[in-house]
């Protein structure tokens, strides 16, 4: 059974930073392309930052510069350090891990950045 379990949201300040983690199991990990999403209320859910296996990052251009997307492929987690956050960037923030084998998500970790 995949699961993904994200961690690290919360209320931050405009100008703040916040480091979110997902952590994976019941999937090849290194086989996977990980990704952010986030979805803001009444909006659809929209890509933040994905690595693949290769290590290539893409990034929205709304974030780029400010998040940071890295995996660690020994412990199977994926992070999104994001600096410079605006209250734009609050949203749920999902996991997804994108495999030959279908497509997973995690349940979300609220980032709420006030003004």
């Known amino acids: 059974q995949v699961q993904l379990v994200e961690s690290g949201g919360g209320l931050v300040q405009a100008g703040g930073s916040l480091r979110l983690s997902c952590g994976a199991s019941?999937?090849?990990?290194?086989?996977?392309?990980m990704g952010w999403y986030r979805q803001a209320p009444g909006k659809q859910r929209d890509l933040v930052a994905r690595?693949?296996?290769?290590?290539?990052?893409n990034y929205a251009d709304s974030v780029k510069g400010r998040f940071t997307i890295s995996r660690d492929n020994a412990k199977n987690t994926v992070s999104l350090q994001m600096n410079s956050l605006k209250p734009e960037d609050t949203a749920v923030y999902y996991c997804?891990?994108?495999?030959?084998?279908?497509?997973?998500w995690g349940r979300g970790t609220q980032v709420t950045v006030s003004s």
């Open positions: 019941g999937i090849i990990f290194r086989g996977s392309v």
């Open positions: 690595i693949p296996p290769s290590g290539n990052t």
């Open positions: 997804n891990a994108a495999h030959v084998m279908g497509s997973y």
